[in-house]
């Protein structure tokens, strides 16, 4: 399965054919705005990227807030990342408030992303603040967690409402 991402306005975006899909669902924030599209076809964006799903729990559809972290991954690094994510321990699943989770390999060179999908903003912060968050990145910036030398550059998260 694959999951392909647009950018643009959110205007522009609405007025794409591919916007009323049945697996696509509209992201807006502060005036950004992103449409994804998850099928097993061909990329159905001009300006499109294109990941290949690892892991996956939930229906995209089922959330109204939606974080997108993005992290550069080494091409050495690659393997590790991706053995670590598969082991993960699932512990956001459990969450209340948790919708969905997909976890994306880049076709080129963009970062990866994991994106979860949460009925509300506040079960997201929610999230953030559970124990159950502080066990599942424990090891971060330890010994115990993925070697820096992993990471072509830094990490960061975009937040975005669902719109459809």
């Known amino acids: 399965m694959k999951l392909f991402i647009t950018y643009g306005t959110q205007h522009y975006l609405e007025k794409l054919p591919e916007a009323s899909h049945e697996h696509a669902i509209l992201l807006e924030s502060g ?4 449409l994804l599209a998850e099928n097993e076809e061909a990329n159905p964006f001009e300006e499109g990227h294109s990941y290949e799903i690892l892991n996956s729990r939930g229906n995209l559809k089922n959330g109204s807030f939606a974080v997108l972290n993005h992290i550069q991954v080494t091409d050495e690094g690659r393997a590790l990342f991706e053995e670590r994510f598969q082991q993960r321990a699932g512990l956001v699943e459990k969450e209340p408030g948790f919708a ?6 880049p076709d080129k060179n963009d970062p990866y992303i994991i994106l979860t999908l949460w009925e509300s903003q ?9 124990s159950a968050y502080a066990e599942a990145h424990k090891d971060r910036g330890t010994g115990g967690g993925l070697p820096q030398t992993l990471f072509s550059g830094p990490s960061y ?8």
């Open 157 to 164: 998260a975009k937040q975005y409402r669902v719109l459809s």
């Open 122 to 130: 506040s079960d997201f912060i929610n999230w953030q603040q559970s």
């Open 31 to 34: 005036g950004d705005a992103a």
């Open 100 to 105: 969905a989770i997909r976890v994306l390999r």
